[in-house]
């Protein structure tokens, strides 16, 4: 099915089915060489378009291959002179906590990850929660959005705002995510957090610059999705191995289980069996504990990688520098936003 | 240097290095990395010394040495998706498959190669979704893709697993063609390949 098969002689061999299945179908007896070797595809099927002397003849082809598809970058940002970052990357495993419910200053990221350790902030003084502002990497011009808290109506009015703008000037996101959440309780459902977190999804949902994620801490609950997770398609997701990814965390989970439970057998009016709820609690918080780990969360495709922290601004860079190479176009058209 | 081409300012800095939440999230971070190193070597090391030294004995490169040859000298390699499979019953770390993001011949593409030194490099559940992914990231990103195949093809036992969304690989190969972003395929030893679709 592809455009071009390189096959190796005296190596390789494809076919529908192979000699045992062959005679089990239709009795048939044959070889490998005859039904599917590289010299017979390549001779008289046509199966394959190249056929190598050996490995490195099948690589020297492939690179050749490679070289007359003719082919080029879809966009290319303005070069611009690389400044490394001020300060150094060694010191993000000081800051990083290693117990994401410890926050940390996502500034101390980006100044050891963008170019000069230079960041245009954007409102700096509104919705502080979410960081959002301009900066390069490796010369590749981004805007970035990164938690420093937990997101409110404000900080995800911002974040919608901000995903907006960068579309309009065909400007690469990348999303820093530390986030255990969206507020809740009765304040913030009046203000209308769903409403607006609802808008900051819209923007990521429809977004057409690429985007690209990294998880440094917490990822949490719809947190995870307004801060652009593996469902939201990003470009690439990559992990710091603190990380912790699931819809709650194991403790929050185990207690809302208990206050069910206690409602349940008090509407039935019968005695909550205590051993039996401390047993399950402990169990539901072990198994998310499990299963919020990131090496169970890699291990099944949740993201492209867990990677260093030190090593960020180079993943982060040959992220970009693999987007531009299709067009690099952002959007006017979004969903409706409830205001 | 650059205030003329780059007026962003610098950000200043509060991070002390000597207090003990700095020093504490350093020595539990750098634990963590030790454990990925160690994923990671895991990953590499494919089917294990016995199943490495039989593919080398027959003169084959082994799934990382291929990809090293194909690169340009100077290129990168970003690995994406080293620990699929991990700890998952039925897997070995990286799930049959090596992939990543590099530069051949001045072009950046995705290139996967076949760990044979696993069951054949026979494709299992992770592996399919592994290189789905590779192929979303071809095809988000419009860059070519090599496949370096040495694959028993299916892994028959766990094919209930596979067969049916497996058929996507195949669709996936020709609508990229079609998008005219080519992938190309370099067999350098197919072994039995099952395609259970195709038995007439």
Redesign the interface.
């Known amino acids: ?8 002689k005296e ?11 062959v005679k089990m ?1 239709t009795g048939e007896e044959t070889n ?1 060489e005859d039904l ?1 070797g ?1 010299e017979m595809h390549s001779k008289v099927s046509g199966v ?1 378009d190249y056929l ?1 002397e050996d ?2 003849d ?2 020297r ?7 007359h ?1 003719n ?1 080029k ?2 966009a290319a940002p303005v070069p ?2 690389v ?1 490394p970052p ?2 150094d990357a060694e ?1 993000l ?6 117990d994401i419910k ?1 926050p940390f ?1 996502s ?2 990221v ?2 050891r990850i963008v ?6 902030e954007f409102k700096p003084l509104y919705g502080k929660t979410l960081i959002c502002g ?3 990497i490796h010369g590749f011009p981004v805007g970035i959005l990164a938690n420093n808290g937990i997101l409110f109506s404000d900080s995800s009015n911002k974040g919608a705002q901000f995903i907006q703008l960068c579309n309009q000037t065909n400007t690469p996101l990348l999303f820093l995510q530390n986030i255990t959440g969206f507020m809740v309780g009765q304040k913030y459902e009046q203000e209308g957090i769903i409403k607006n977190g609802a808008k900051m999804i819209n923007a990521v949902s429809n977004s057409t610059v ?1 985007a690209i994620t990294i998880m440094t801490g917490a990822s949490y609950g719809a947190g995870n999705y307004a801060m652009s997770g593996r469902a939201y ?1 990003p ?2 997701l990559f992990t710091w ?2 990380h912790r990814i699931a819809v709650m965390g194991g403790k929050q989970l185990g207690g809302v289980l208990e206050i069910i439970q206690r409602q349940a057998a008090a509407k039935k009016g019968v005695e909550v069996d205590e051993q039996r709820l401390a047993v399950g609690k402990a169990m539901i918080e072990a198994q998310i504990e499990k299963e919020s780990n ?3 969360a ?4 949740w993201d ?3 990677i ?2 030190r090593d960020t601004r ?2 982060v860079a ?2 970009l ?3 531009y ?3 690099v176009r952002g959007t006017t058209s979004w969903g409706v936003f409830r205001h | 240097m650059n205030d003329a081409a780059q007026p962003y300012p610098v950000l200043r800095s509060r991070v002390d290095a000597r207090t003990d939440d700095y020093r504490a999230n350093y020595e539990q971070n750098s634990a963590v990395l030790a454990k990925l190193d160690e994923a990671l070597a895991q990953a590499r090391a494919g089917g294990g010394e016995k199943y490495v030294s039989r593919h080398k004995a027959r003169g084959r490169l082994l799934p990382r040495e291929r990809i090293a040859m194909i690169c340009d000298r100077d290129s990168h390699f970003l690995e994406l998706c080293a620990l699929a499979g991990y700890d998952v019953k039925g897997h070995k770390p990286g799930a049959s498959l090596v992939g990543g993001i590099a530069v051949v011949s001045g072009v950046e593409c995705v290139i996967t190669a076949s760990e044979a030194t696993v069951k054949g490099g026979a494709i299992n559940e992770m592996g399919m979704r592994k290189s789905g992914r590779m192929a979303e990231i071809a095809e988000q990103n419009r860059m070519p893709s090599i496949s370096m195949i040495e694959s028993a093809g299916a892994d028959l036992p766990n094919q209930s697993k596979i067969f049916v969304p497996g058929g996507r690989g195949f669709r996936d190969l020709t609508r990229k063609s079609r998008a005219r972003i080519p992938p190309s395929a370099s067999y350098s030893a197919a072994r039995p390949r099952a395609a259970p679709t195709s038995r007439a």
Request: aromatic content about 10%; proline content about 7%; cysteine-free.
């Open positions: 099915m592809s455009d071009y098969v390189v096959m190796v190596q390789a061999q494809v076919y529908l089915a192979g000699p045992p299945l179908a490998h599917g590289a394959s190598a490995e490195m099948a690589i082809l492939g690179r050749e291959i490679v070289a598809l082919w970058k879809g611009r002179p400044e001020l300060y010191e495993l000081g800051i990083a906590s290693a410890v200053d500034r101390e980006i100044a170019d000069g350790s230079r960041f245009s301009s900066a390069y690429p398609a470009r690439f191995p603190n990131p090496f169970f890699t291990a099944r495709l492209d990688g867990i260093d922290p180079s993943v040959i992220s520098s693999a987007a190479t299709a067009k």
